[in-house]
């Protein structure tokens, strides 16, 4: 009796842990990641009603003040309050890379769908086009399209989703190769179905997991462009605040101000940590070989 007794809190505790919300709340770098982007969404979505100033109002009797209590984290050049700025710059930042991210994904990830299915001369031009666009560096390879195309929202959206669409279709085509070969494909091949029914209904479902995992990591990814091509004149344009503007100007007064600097500096940091903490646990989430380790 006493032995049952002693067994059946570890069982509970044992189903708890097999389920998603279970593995979710015992994986540190998911729960963490989570909250992170989850604050960075509240603040980027509410940001006209938690700024306590426009971003774009001046100030000029407080011009260059340190932080304090009326400015949290003190103003600029102009006199505006760069809480304010940092806040609304967060809107700016993720929305280009939530927008990119979205259609470098869908374009990269059909991309590499059909040159894995098709195979054969399908699949060598578009991987090697794919090769072609990776023999650049990122950042690089942005600056150019970004320049060809000319400052603006979407132009960086178009520069950066350029960039990524590599990626997604070779991690893309890599799982579609193996799904290939599985039994439920042959069977599927048997039974008559046809390309377009086993593609969406049995190969895009059960290769989708990776992709996933890459498109959480690549929002770090899409930050961190659209802050260097902001950085460089080529991304979102002033008087609209961008991180990676705001550091631009303040390389002039680093001395001076140096809040000017670390607090844009700081958002970029916790930015990117937050979505590769949330990319690294949902890999641990989704990876069957975890799964399995914990059901044992």
Partial sequence: MNNEAEMQPTSIHKQFTNTLLGRFLQNGNMVVGTLLVAALLFLAVFANWLSPYSPVEQHPADRLQSPSTRYIMGTDEFGRDLFSRIIHGATNSLRISIVSVTISSLIGTLLGVIAAYKEGVTDFVVMRFMDLLFAFPTIILAMAIAAALGPGFMNTVMAISIVYIPTFARVARGSVLYIKQLEYINAATIIGASHWRKIWRHIIPNAITPSI?????????????????????????????????????????????????????????????????????????????????TKK
Avoid: K
């Fill in 213 to 293: 995992v890459q498109i959480s990591m690549a929002f770090s990814w899409a930050i961190l462009t659209e802050t260097s091509l902001s950085y460089l004149g080529l991304g979102t344009q002033p008087p609209l605040p961008s991180w990676g503007s705001m550091i631009s100007e303040s390389r002039r007064m680093m001395e001076l101000a140096p809040w000017l600097a670390i607090f844009p500096g700081a958002a970029i940091m916790v930015t990117v940590l937050s979505f590769n903490l949330m990319g690294d646990g949902l890999r641990d989430l989704l990876d069957p070989r975890t799964q399995t380790l």
